[in-house]
C-alpha cells in the first residue's frame, strides 16, 4: 500500500505550470514536525496534479498549515554535471485546511506586477537619483 498522509506547512508559495498536454501542476514543499523527544522537522516535496493544482494555487501561500492525502512517487533527473539524482515526491490526492482564513497567511498586497514598486507620493522628492 503506498499511502502518506502529512499535517504540516508550505514552505514557500507554490510554483504552477501548464503542461504542453494542457494539464495544470503545482510543485511546493511541505514542513512536518516530529513528534518526540528527538524532534525535528522533516521537509517533503509534493506536486499536485489538475483540479488538486489549480486549488492549491489559489488559496494556499507560504506558511499555510495543511493537511495533504496523497501517495509516494520515485524519479530521477540528470543535473548540469551528468549525475542522477534520485528524487521522491508526495502526490498531492486531496487537501484540506487546518487553519481558520483568518489566521491563515495572506498575500501579499501592492505585490509589484511589473517587477517595481510604488513609490509613495511625496516621497521621490527625497530619492538620491531622481
Same mark, same amino acid.
Given at each position: 500500500? *503506498?499511502?502518506?498522509?502529512?499535517?504540516?506547512?508550505?514552505t514557500?508559495?507554490g510554483e504552477? @505550470?501548464?503542461?504542453?498536454?494542457?494539464?495544470?501542476?503545482? @510543485? !511546493?514543499?511541505?514542513?512536518v514536525?516530529?513528534?518526540?523527544? %528527538?524532534?525535528?522537522?522533516?521537509?517533503? !516535496?509534493?506536486?499536485? /496534479?489538475? &483540479? =488538486?493544482?489549480? /486549488?492549491?494555487?489559489?488559496?494556499? @501561500?507560504?506558511? =499555510? +498549515?495543511?493537511?495533504?492525502?496523497?501517495?509516494?512517487q520515485? #524519479? +530521477?533527473?540528470?543535473?548540469?554535471?551528468?549525475?542522477?539524482?534520485?528524487?521522491?515526491?508526495?502526490?498531492? %490526492?486531496s487537501?484540506d485546511?487546518?487553519? =481558520? @482564513?483568518?489566521?491563515?497567511?495572506?498575500?501579499a498586497? *501592492? &505585490?509589484?506586477? %511589473? #517587477? /517595481?514598486? *510604488?513609490?509613495?507620493?511625496?516621497?521621490?522628492?527625497?530619492?538620491?537619483?531622481?
Amino acid at each position: 500500500m *503506498n499511502n502518506v498522509q502529512l499535517i504540516g506547512r508550505l514552505t514557500r508559495d507554490g510554483e504552477s @505550470r501548464t503542461s504542453t498536454s494542457g494539464t495544470v501542476f503545482y @510543485r !511546493n514543499a511541505v514542513a512536518v514536525d516530529r513528534k518526540g523527544k %528527538d524532534a525535528g522537522t522533516d521537509f517533503f !516535496n509534493i506536486v499536485a /496534479f489538475g &483540479k =488538486s493544482a489549480e /486549488f492549491m494555487e489559489k488559496y494556499f @501561500r507560504k506558511g =499555510s +498549515k495543511l493537511a495533504i492525502t496523497g501517495h509516494l512517487q520515485s #524519479g +530521477k533527473y540528470e543535473n548540469k554535471d551528468g549525475i542522477e539524482i534520485p528524487t521522491v515526491d508526495v502526490v498531492v %490526492d486531496s487537501t484540506d485546511f487546518c487553519e =481558520s @482564513r483568518a489566521d491563515a497567511p495572506k498575500p501579499a498586497e *501592492n &505585490k509589484p506586477q %511589473d #517587477g /517595481f514598486l *510604488n513609490v509613495p507620493e511625496g516621497l521621490v522628492e527625497e530619492l538620491p537619483f531622481t
